[in-house]
């Protein structure tokens, strides 16, 4: 049975990595279509805060609330997409493989179509035939990003995904961004990218030493 | 979906043929050596070859789960695996799944290469042999899998694979290696079930183990 939400919650989220602190009581709301852009120095616990939203570790303390429920791992995983810095694909298989099997993994009906139409919206060229071992830093986040969006995701995480790319595809990424906000997507953004950040982001959440400094600002020209 | 992964990385294998070729060249190696070593007439070769094999098997199964979760790291793509819906022991099935088809490949080249040097006939033995080692390596890849994937953001990995491992599956492989001996000494089949039954308990063991701890393994 599919499970979808509106919002996404944190409520005293505390993470700890043997005696250090990386999130002190984190409480903070995502909205569904809205960009909010996580602000902080290095070490704040941004990355830290998605890998707990991504479900991919647990808090220490607190609680994540996707809608009115609390759900933990399992389908709520096929609600979310991801995309970092690293592309999580594999480099000895080719664009459409890596697409296939995530696809497979995440049990998409009309996979080929999906593959297809992500592949085109992200100008995916013929390089996607080669094994990704033979892509550049661009090729790679395009096609990363249509495996981020391959099950249509509810909540977006996207951690420095602009780091390394030319303009163009920063633009491509961008366009992305609008299109999945416009979606109904909960969009959450963590770059050091400040021009990126004012183009795509509706509000900013400032992290510091694993708090919440302040929450929810609307960034200046977009809200 | 544990077969999904398993096809994924036979795929990448296929491909590349790197674990095959590096782990099977490894393995040549030191059955040579032991050969050129050891060898010392017919009559002792039974009781040599039985230690050559697992000494090869052992370390060439722990350079094949090395590569095959060194290329979980490039790009962290097993970070999109963890990320995905499916059940996180599906992820650890998959891998041993793969890591069992290519490890009894190579042994399959392997211990008729032993009974070469070590002028042994397999005929008489082949089925009970076959049934040890399958058994044998089913319960050092899963522990192999586990520790695998535990050290794959680990920097000391390669370290700690060696470390914990064969400590962890000294028991499974001395059961091996005892069950291999009899077989060749020409022990009653009722001897080897003996050893068969210890290398089944390590393997359900492992095998379980295995699948129960990966969740809240890779979950921190």
């Known amino acids: 049975m599919s499970f979808d939400f509106e919002r996404v919650e944190t409520r005293e989220l505390v993470k700890m990595y043997g005696v250090t602190r990386a999130l002190a009581g984190v409480d903070a709301t995502f909205s569904a279509g809205n960009v909010t852009v996580i602000e902080g120095p290095n070490g ?29 791992r399992g389908r709520l995983r096929a609600q979310i997409g991801v995309l970092a810095h690293q592309p999580m694909l594999y480099p000895d298989l080719t664009g459409k493989e890596n697409l296939a099997l995530f696809g497979e993994l995440y049990e998409i009906d009309d996979l080929d179509s999906r593959i297809d139409g992500l592949r085109q919206r992200f100008q995916v060229g013929r390089y996607a035939d080669r094994p990704a071992r033979t892509w550049s830093r661009g090729q790679l986040q395009r096609v990363a990003l249509a495996r981020a969006l391959l099950g249509r995701p509810r909540l977006l995480l996207l951690d420095e ?36 950040a004012e183009a795509v982001g509706d509000n900013t959440l400032q992290l510091h030493r694993g708090e919440v400094l302040s929450e929810a600002q609307a960034i200046e020209g977009v809200s | 979906m544990a077969w999904l992964i398993a096809l994924k990385d036979l795929r990448v294998e296929w491909r590349t043929r790197e674990i095959i070729f590096t782990t099977g060249l490894f393995g040549v190696l ?33 350079l094949s789960m090395s590569r095959s979760w060194a290329r979980e790291r490039e790009n962290d793509a097993v970070r999109g695996l963890l990320l995905s819906p499916i059940p996180r022991p599906s992820i650890f099935l998959g891998k041993w799944l793969s890591g069992m088809f290519l490890l009894l490949a190579i042994e399959a080249f392997l211990v008729p290469l032993v009974a070469f040097f070590f002028h042994l006939d397999l005929t008489p033995v082949w089925g009970r042999l076959s049934l040890v080692i399958l058994m044998g390596s089913a319960g050092f890849l899963a522990a192999g899998t586990l520790f695998s994937a535990l050290s794959v953001r680990s920097r000391a990995r390669d370290l700690m694979l060696s470390v914990v491992i064969f400590p962890l599956i000294a028991p499974a492989l001395l059961s091996a290696v005892v069950a291999t001996r009899e077989i060749f000494a020409g022990a009653p089949l009722e001897e080897t079930l003996e050893w068969l039954r210890v290398l089944a308990a ?12 990966f969740e809240p393994l890779m979950s921190e």
């Open chain 1, 44 to 72: 704040s616990g941004k990355s830290t805060l998605l890998h707990i939203l991504s479900q991919e570790v647990r808090p220490t303390g607190g609680e994540v609330r996707y809608g009115d429920r609390r759900v933990r």
């Open chain 1, 161 to 196: 995904p602009s780091t390394g790319l030319d303009t163009q595809s920063v633009d491509l990424l961008s366009r992305a961004i609008m299109d999945e906000r416009a979606r109904g997507a909960i969009v959450i953004l963590v770059t050091h990218d400040r021009a990126f």
């Open chain 2, 30 to 62: 030191v059955i040579i050596i032991s050969s050129l070593s050891f060898y010392l007439s017919r009559d002792l070769s039974s009781r040599l070859a039985p230690g050559v094999i697992w000494v090869a098997i052992a370390f060439c199964g722990v």
């Open chain 2, 202 to 213: 390590f393997d359900i063991i492992f095998l379980a183990g295995g699948y129960l701890l």
